[in-house]
T-cell receptor, first 114, second 113 residues
Framework: GAVVSQHPSRVICKSGTSVKIECRSL??????MFWYRQFPKQSLMLMATSNEGSKATYEQGVEKDKFLINHASLTLSTLTVTSAHPEDSSFYIC??????????FGDGTRLSIL | QKEVEQNSGPLSVPEGAIASLNCTYS??????FFWYRQYSGKSPELIMS????GDKEDGRFTAQLNKASQYVSLLIRDSQPSDSATYLC?????????????FGKGTRLSVIA
């Protein structure tokens, strides 16, 4: 159980493009979803915490107008990287949890902006 | 500020040996403790959880928790090259509701054949 599906797994696009990443909990209701970014050889960096039906809470230094998060249902959250630039190239990972339960991670999305 | 500390490594062990990974945490009221494994280029995978003092065994993995010392460890017996990965310690506080786990920066384990 506790499967989290993330799509797409890989995106390559031109600078200025907006990219949407989906995160779905397949067999449980995720009251909370988390979005992380990880640069090569570095540790996970939490970007934002998203609770179903409410606005996401962003970590310090993360631009909320740049990284739009929507969590409209208990099984789906989306992250949109707006007007992406090469410095946004990274490995984006979502995780989901139900209240008090451990987080389960999606497989990640490798974003490359040319 | 809640903190989780891990030695970044790399920790190198020969195949068949026991690998010992350690983690300390600052929040005394933490209640739940997890170990994740992350292979290079992949997302973290939950491998162990422990909630009470003592040892918990699952196959070749044993998690050990000492709340008085604010210390949690992961032992991997009969280490295999396929165990080579970064191991992340994560802590969940009491009544944390929907707040995120606090992760350590991870320890890189290398099992040498």
């Amino acid at each position: 159980g506790a499967v989290v599906s993330q799509h797409p797994s890989r995106v390559i696009c031109k600078s200025g493009t907006s990219v949407k990443i989906e995160c779905r909990s397949l067999d449980f209701q995720a009251t909370t979803m988390f979005w992380y970014r990880q640069f090569p050889k570095q540790s996970l960096m939490l970007m934002a915490t998203s609770n179903e039906g409410s606005k996401a809470t962003y970590e310090q230094g993360v631009e909320k107008d740049k990284f739009l998060i929507n969590h409209a249902s208990l099984t789906l959250s989306t992250l949109t990287v707006t007007s992406a630039h090469p410095e946004d190239s990274s490995f984006y990972i979502c995780s989901a949890s139900d209240l008090g339960q451990p987080q389960h991670f999606g497989d990640g999305t490798r974003l490359s902006i040319l | 500020q809640k903190e989780v500390e891990q030695n970044s490594g790399p920790l190198s062990v020969p195949e068949g040996a026991i690998a010992s990974l350690n983690c300390t945490y600052s929040d005394r009221v933490s209640q739940s403790f997890f170990w994740y494994r992350q292979y290079s280029g992949k997302s973290p995978e939950l491998i162990m959880s422990i909630y009470s003092n003592g040892d918990k065994e699952d196959g070749r993995f044993t998690a050990q928790l000492n709340k008085a010392s604010q210390y949690v460890s992961l032992l991997i017996r009969d280490s295999q090259p396929s165990d080579s990965a970064t191991y992340l310690c994560a802590v969940f506080g009491q009544n944390s509701g929907n707040t995120p786990l606090v992760f350590g920066k991870g320890t890189r384990l290398s099992v040498i054949a």
